[in-house]
């Protein structure tokens, strides 16, 4: 699928691997609409490349309805591309030193990572399927999802996050062979050690010995390399209902 001239909505594109896919759309000729909870992130984002910003909650499903309303009110159709960056990271133990539980920290961030990009998922899907098919093989539209490598490596303390973003990669395949009537795709990214905010404050020598556990190439991602796979995912439609590691051949140690 070409992506001049169709529309895309990313979430969390305020920032992050988000800020960097939004861009990366909209310099391929894509018109854009940029939603995050930072709604002053947003709109910083969009006012760089023409886009539209949208304060919204992914985990808030009238929010979503609402964001895809005026999105499409906005583009003249609904989208093509939706990419979900959205999410929450957290790290906590079943039970801490103390005993205490993390039960509400468990359910938040499932709420966020997994239920939140269902919600956006379905709304896609909804839409998409009401487009013109494109093409020979009728291809309406694809969603691309956030995983992350701790869906296969989670280290202590993030079995909430390795939960979520499990569920996001479990969800491809199923859905992809349920919308595969309408000519719509469905992946998902599981990235690596990639150069976050978080990472950015970590002191240098921390920062060094993480790198040096990462085989090759030897650095944390960029941003940029999540927005490139999102690209090299919508023009290949042989891509489906699959999770793709984009890690550097890192594998995450128990701790």
């Given at each position: 699928m070409d992506i001049?001239?169709?529309?895309?909505?990313?979430?969390g594109g305020g920032s992050?691997?988000?800020a960097a896919t939004a861009r990366h759309l909209a310099s391929l000729g894509a018109k854009v609409g940029v939603l995050d909870f930072n709604a002053e992130g947003?709109?910083?984002v969009a006012a760089e490349i023409g886009g539209l910003a949208l304060h919204v909650n992914v985990a808030d499903e009238a929010q979503v309805a609402a964001a895809f309303e005026e999105f499409i009110g906005w583009s003249g159709e609904a989208p093509r591309i939706v990419v979900s960056c959205a999410g929450v990271g957290t790290a906590a133990r079943v039970v801490n030193r103390d005993g205490d539980l993390s039960?509400?920290?468990f359910r938040r961030t499932l709420e966020v990572n997994l239920v939140g990009t269902y919600i956006m998922m379905s709304?896609?899907?909804k839409a998409m399927a009401a487009l013109e098919p494109l093409g020979q093989d009728g291809e309406r539209g694809v969603v691309i999802n956030t995983s992350s490598v701790a869906y296969q490596d989670g280290q202590l303390g993030q079995a909430a996050y390795a939960a979520s973003k499990g569920g996001v990669a479990s969800l491809c395949l199923p859905v992809a062979r349920e919308t595969a009537r309408s000519g719509i795709r469905i992946?998902?990214?599981a990235p690596g050690l990639f150069a976050t905010a978080m990472a950015a404050g970590?002191?240098?020598?921390?920062?060094k010995g993480i790198e040096a556990n990462i085989p090759f190439p030897p650095r944390f991602g960029d941003a940029e390399d999540y927005a490139l796979l999102v690209e090299q995912i919508v023009r290949n439609k042989m891509l489906n209902g699959s999770t793709i590691r984009l890690d550097g051949a890192v594998r995450l140690p128990p701790r």
């Open positions: 001049q001239g169709y529309s895309a909505i990313v979430t992050g691997l988000g947003a709109k910083e039960i509400d920290k709304h896609a899907i992946m998902a990214i970590l002191p240098e020598e921390v920062q």
